[in-house]
């Protein structure tokens, strides 16, 4: 079906719908968080899903990436193929998409895991290659892990675009993470939507965000200061030698 909405500022994606005819078993549908994720509420500028390895967050941020019409690797919303940007079922149509009445002019899905392919196609020699103006014109392969991803959100994260993010932390220091919170919250003053996956308590720390964390039991809306990564970050801190007293004793 032809999307037939205007772009205009977010929220684009508002939740999902359950299909129960198209719902799986084991793998992912068996994890509790992707089990309910009918049950999250993304119309949030800023939709932040933290929680430890394996809880889920990946697997929902890559539902939300491939119903909002990216490809899986990453990228640009609008270099996604003749679909691009078009709205379509997720994890094999067991998920609809409940989207709002504007679409994105831009976006960007971001993956750590695959970020190397799309530094590397960005400025090559193809033909459907985006222009490296876009990025700040230094090739992303030619700066830090770090410097690169700072680039690309500072060049192409804006206003009436869709983000999705899945572990942006990962190449940053914590220094990285701070300028990144701050070009996330001007974007989302000029219209953006975010959905990131995340264990940085920088990150976490956005305002005005929705935060789930994700556990073995499901999903929940969490306050900042509740959430785990954050309360270990702070216990850590305040005093470093219990905890590797703990984690380094021996048997």
């Known amino acids: 079906m032809r999307d037939r909405r205007l772009p205009g500022p977010g929220p684009y994606l508002l939740g999902f719908e359950r299909v129960d005819e198209h719902w799986g078993t ?35 941020v890559e539902a939300v990436a491939e119903a909002m019409g990216f490809l899986d690797q990453g990228g640009e919303l609008e270099r996604s ?18 989207l709002s009445s504007t679409k994105p002019r831009l976006g960007y899905f971001l993956r750590a895991e695959s970020f190397f392919n799309v530094a590397s196609f960005i ?35 804006g206003g009436n675009g869709l ?8 190449a940053l220091s914590a ?11 001007r974007a ?10 995340t264990h940085s308590p920088i990150l976490l720390a956005l305002p005005n965000a929705r935060i789930y964390e994700l556990d ?8 900042y200061d509740d959430l785990d990564a954050v309360r270990l970050t702070r216990g850590f801190l305040d005093a470093p030698e219990r905890y590797l007293r703990a984690v380094l004793e021996e048997d």
């Open 26 to 60: 084991g793998f992912p549908f068996d994890v509790p968080a992707v089990d309910q994720v009918r049950q999250l509420d993304f119309s949030a500028p800023v939709t932040l899903l933290a929680g430890d390895n394996g809880a889920g967050k990946s697997t929902i």
């Open 81 to 98: 193929g003749g679909s691009a940007g078009q709205p379509r079922p997720a994890l094999g149509e067991a998920l609809r998409p409940v």
């Open 123 to 157: 400025g090559s020699d193809s033909v459907h290659a985006p222009d490296l103006s876009l990025y700040g014109d230094t090739p992303l392969h030619q700066q830090s892990h770090g410097q690169s991803f700072l680039a690309l959100a500072a060049n192409r994260f």
């Open 163 to 170: 983000f999705v993010l899945d572990e942006p932390e990962a």
């Open 175 to 185: 220094s990285g993470n701070l300028a990144l919170l701050s070009i996330i919250a």
């Open 188 to 197: 989302v003053r000029e219209g953006a939507q975010f959905v990131i996956a």
């Open 216 to 223: 073995e039991t499901g999903a929940r809306e969490t306050a």
